[in-house]
């Protein structure tokens, strides 16, 4: 038997990795971190609460949480792709997620509102871990989660790789002008990334609503994490991104478990303090995350021989 | 019902102005989107938890009394003390202000050793997560400031009498507008215009011998400390700290907005959009009484305007309705 810790904290880690690898692929494609990836993985647990409270499983609301999670951001990429022809700066590039984070966080509410009303308890804040399904003694959404994440990293590994289409993307985030004029439809390449980073936005909202409580303001604390996540592994590297939200979802759950068994379970409320502390003493050590560093070291290596 | 609306617009538009004006001089002059600016409103905030303490300890009132457990009894005693020592609650006011600007002038300063190591636009999220953990620290430790339920303060204008409220709001109006003066002095000098040289082109500013760390440091700590002190003018105007109210849509997002309505850059465009912005704000808050039929909380349609008016000021009006101004510089003839 797996202690219950253990099980929060890789929950949380494969959660994470999905939605650090989505946002930086978001990130190196057009420039910009999408502060809206958060509100979206909220909207989609709510999808998956209203589904649980119709009667169905929560894993059935993936066929419709993950088109919602595209839809919305695909809006808030053809914006910044309208911005971007008028010409509008990096900041205000970001401005307009922002907007739309909040517009979103608008929605979000009103929905939540017309969700918790069809529940016989209301209250803003919902686990849905008793519609999990389990294996063996674990809950059901470690081994989806851990399937997903790994399943999903490793697929679009050798969608970059091995693709005609991933050589076009790796084209497009090395240099985009360079690969316009070589005959790459830039424009269609980075929709694709995004439409895929809002596909993880979705399937990783529901998987979070199986095993962690989730309410309307939780997005803040979401894009925290996987900010941190993000600039730990190496923000302009989602294989990095993908390794930095793993570690910091790991490692969170269990830092704060091991401190909780010396200090007392007060310090429980203080967890988010963690991620960022290490990211703190990170950017002091490896400004360009941790991936670049382990990359140097392979090279001397390889130098030495 | 008219009169406590333009009492509580005056209010906010003071409190909000200042906040408008320290971020304008972070994003608008500098360059820098400081969005986790509420970092030094809370931090101001929770500082005002000293001067009830210091209070404890002058007048000797409730030895046994704890400020936070006991808040109601330490209130009401400490009101009665101060109400009748002017002398005492001016001081008290006063060291509370520098102590609390001083803060949080040291915190802006401390944690730009990590910002300034991020590229441009990560910079931006990693001070909102900065906020945030100082938002979770104010919210979690009761002993200090009551956690998530607030603590109330005592009255330091108790010794006006009948006068406390009105005296309440013409300091705050008083200290609005001596930032205007001194945003005004500060950003209209050789230091302003560095500033803007470094918003503009940052290596030009290097080649002419600039130490442009320095300056953007020292940008960051000034409109740090006023940030510092709206978090005080806020607990003092509603005689209670509550750190939950200080979350990053009203004190970051929202002045954003207003910056951007009003005009990047420009004092004057900030206080336009300051103003505005809160007029709005509280015309919508007044709006459920004529909109009981819809089947949603309004104040979600407050944060959705927020977000269509951002939205659109950004993509049609980027410079706002006052947009800065460019003097040419005038050269001297030989």
């Not at chain 1, 880690?13 to 057009?30: E, K, P």
């Not at chain 1, 499983?57 to 993950?66: D, Q």
């Not at chain 1, 091991?258 to 379970?265: E, I, K, P, T």
């Not at chain 2, 001070?127 to 109330?152: D, K, Q, T």
Request: glycine residues 10%; charged residues 10%.
């Amino acid at each position: 038997m797996i202690d219950i810790m253990l099980i929060t904290g890789l929950v949380l880690a494969f959660n994470l990795s999905l939605q650090t690898m989505g946002f930086s692929l978001q990130h190196v494609t057009l420039g910009i971190p999408n502060i809206a990836h958060g509100v979206i993985v909220v909207i989609a647990a709510y999808v998956a609460y209203l589904f649980y409270l119709v009667g169905c499983s929560p894993y059935l609301s993936l066929l419709v949480s993950i088109p919602v999670g595209v839809a919305l951001t695909l809006v808030i990429f053809k914006t910044l792709l309208y911005a971007k022809k008028r010409g509008s700066s990096k900041y205000a590039l970001l401005i307009i997620t922002l907007a739309y984070a909040v517009i979103f966080f608008g929605i979000s509410n009103i929905f939540a509102a017309q969700v918790i009303a069809l529940s016989p308890v209301v209250t803003s804040y919902f686990v849905l871990n008793r519609a999990d399904f389990s294996f063996f003694g674990l809950p059901g959404v470690l081994l989806v989660s851990g399937v997903a994440s790994f399943g999903l990293a490793a697929g679009f590994g050798f969608l970059l790789m091995k693709t005609k289409l991933g050589i076009a993307m790796r084209a497009v985030i090395e240099n985009a002008p360079l690969a316009e004029t070589q005959g790459v439809d830039t424009n269609r390449v980075i929709a694709i990334a995004w439409v895929f980073s809002g596909a993880l936005a979705g399937l990783a909202g529901v998987l979070y609503s199986l095993w962690f409580v989730v309410s309307t303001k939780i997005w803040m604390l979401m894009l925290i994490r996987v900010l941190c996540g993000c600039v730990v592994g190496g923000i302009d590297k989602p294989h990095g991104a993908f390794l930095g939200g793993f570690a910091m979802g790991l490692s969170e759950i269990l830092i704060i478990t091991a401190l909780a068994g010396f200090l007392g379970g007060w310090i429980t409320g203080y967890r988010l303090i963690i991620p960022v502390l290490i990211t703190c003493v990170v950017l002091l050590i490896a400004p360009t995350g941790v991936i670049d560093k382990l990359e140097k070291i392979k090279l001397k290596r390889f130098k030495i021989k | 019902m008219i009169e406590e609306f333009v009492i509580e617009f005056l209010a906010m538009f003071a409190i909000f102005g200042i906040l408008t004006l320290a971020l304008n001089l972070q994003y608008g002059f500098m360059g820098f989107l400081n969005l986790g600016i509420y970092l030094q409103v809370i931090a101001g905030a929770l500082t005002m938890g000293i001067f009830p303490r210091l209070a404890m300890e002058i007048f000797g009132v409730s030895p046994g009394l704890d400020f936070v457990y006991d808040n109601p009894q330490v209130v009401a005693s400490l009101n009665q003390s101060l109400s009748t020592s002017p002398g005492v609650s001016i001081l008290l006011l006063l060291i509370t202000i520098i102590v609390a600007m001083v803060i949080a002038a040291f915190l802006g300063w401390l944690f730009t050793h990590f910002e300034f190591r991020l590229s441009g636009i990560y910079q931006v999220i990693f001070v909102i997560a900065l906020a945030e953990i100082v938002r979770v620290i104010g919210m979690r430790y009761r002993p200090w400031a009551g956690g998530s339920i607030g603590v109330n303060l005592p009255d330091l204008f108790g010794w006006l009498g009948t006068y406390h409220y009105l005296g309440r709001f013409v300091f705050l109006l008083g200290v609005f507008g001596i930032v205007i003066l001194v945003f005004i002095r500060f950003c209209n000098s050789p230091f302003g215009r560095l500033l803007k040289t470094i918003r503009e082109d940052e290596p030009a500013a290097k080649c002419l011998g600039k130490d442009t760390d320095k300056t953007k440091r020292i940008a960051v700590t000034v409109a740090s400390a006023f940030a510092g002190l709206v978090g005080v003018l806020f607990c003092l105007y509603y005689a209670s700290i509550i750190p939950a109210t200080f979350n990053g849509d009203d004190f970051a997002f929202w002045p954003l907005a207003m910056i951007i309505m009003g005009g990047t850059g420009s004092i004057g465009g900030a206080l336009l959009g300051a103003a505005v912005f809160t007029f709005l704000r509280k015309a919508i808050f007044m709006l459920p009484t004529f909109l009981y039929f819809l089947p949603f909380d309004i104040k979600f349609f407050d944060i959705i305007f927020l977000g269509l008016i951002l939205l659109l000021f950004i993509l049609y009006k980027p410079k706002g309705i006052l947009p800065e101004k460019f003097r040419p510089m005038r050269i001297h003839k030989r």
